[in-house]
């Protein structure tokens, strides 16, 4: 069975929904305590309507930490120092820094103009964007991207998503205008300042 929060890694990582967080509080404990959480949504998951309504708030520091201390096993190889900013109003924005040899390698055409010529190395990816979710569906808008701080274009951040997303499953990747399901009979995700509020 894969880890629950393996797909919203990938969502979040693969789309790279990261930016600095400035004066965040990264601590084990603060780890112990999102993945504590993530336990009891998987549980409360798992018991479907029996359940009943649940509201569980997962903080932006909280999150942080989970990267910082746990995250490593599921990262795809060549992404490191995740971090997220928990905006509000369904807005998130991020970092990661992201090796960037392996892809150029594969996708250069050597063409003057092809933007994979350019690029290489182990660079900062950031994002902006706004995550829709509704009735257990979830749909990641992408606003900005950059790359090492010059923007660019969707297409460029779709092969990336698509080259560090892929798995067994997932061949060819993870789209970044698809709708996916959420996992663990999640309903919605509210992304208020500092907090996501998880509604199962």
Known sequence: MSHPLRPVAAIVLGSAVLVSVEAATVSPQSADAFAEKVSLIRRHGDLGDRAGARRTPLTQDELNSWFAYRAKPLLPNGVTQPEVMIVGQGRLEGQAIVDLDVVAK???????????????????????GILHTRDGLARLEIQTAE????????????????????SP???????????????????????????????Q
């Open 169 to 199: 499953e997932r061949p060819a990747g993870l789209r970044l205008d698809d709708t996916f399901a959420l996992p663990a009979n999640i309903r919605q995700i509210e992304v208020g300042q500092g907090q996501a509020v998880v509604v």
């Open 106 to 128: 594969r996708r250069a055409t050597g063409g003057v103009f092809d933007p994979w010529a350019l690029l290489g190395g182990r660079v900062p990816v950031k994002v902006t």
């Open 147 to 166: 790359v090492s701080g010059v923007p660019v274009p969707p297409t460029l951040l779709q092969e990336l998503v698509s080259f560090y997303s892929r």
